[in-house]
């Protein structure tokens, strides 16, 4: 009951005062870890997936890209033409996207971030956490809901490290002993 007390108020403090926060979750337990999030706390659900899809089919559109061709691009080695021309599509669909994050009163519970791995861009995190706290910020605060296995220590999204610079900017959700 202590730690989930302590990580509770760990959490009203993230809140009340925003942070960036990688809250580590089981994948058995990331439906039940959000809904009790969002029960609990005042926060601003956004898929990143489903924002990103969205922001890199209208940017298609606008520079006359099929969509056909999009997703055989992203199918291609990366090391490829094809993959090199998508990601010059995801630079230009990024700014979109992430404006959709942005939530001045709030903290954002962001969800299913894995295309920010997929396209190696996990650095929109840090900068993401980095516009915290800034006087005239557009984000009060991040939490990175992230299903993950007991198999890394640090918080690891597609076997790569998201930018966390100390303890303090992530923590494992036990739905056992947290939230309840």
């Known amino acids: ?38 029960k609990r706390f005042d926060l601003a659900r956004r898929d990143f997936d489903g924002i990103f899809i969205t922001s890199l089919r209208h940017t298609a559109d ?48 962001l969800t299913h971030p894995g295309l920010l791995a ?9 900068g993401l956490g980095a516009e915290i706290g800034r006087t005239g910020s557009r984000l009060h605060g991040l939490w990175v809901l992230l299903p993950c296995d007991e198999q890394n220590v640090l918080p690891t999204l597609l076997r790569r490290p998201l930018p966390v610079t100390s303890g303090a900017q992530w923590a494992r959700i036990v739905l056992r002993t947290a939230l309840m």
């Open 62 to 109: 606008e520079v006359g890209a099929a969509w056909d061709t999009v997703l055989r691009a992203d199918g291609a080695p990366a090391a490829g033409r094809d993959w090199a021309r998508l990601q010059q599509l995801v630079e230009k669909a990024l700014p979109p996207a992430l404006d959709r994050l942005m939530v001045p009163d709030q903290t954002v519970l």
């Open 118 to 126: 997929r396209y190696d861009r996990l650095d929109v995190l840090a």
């Open 1 to 38: 009951m202590q730690v989930a007390r302590e990580f509770e108020g760990r959490l009203q403090h993230s809140h009340q005062h925003g942070s960036f926060l990688v809250l580590m979750v089981p994948l058995k337990h990331a439906r039940a870890a959000e809904a009790l999030l969002l």
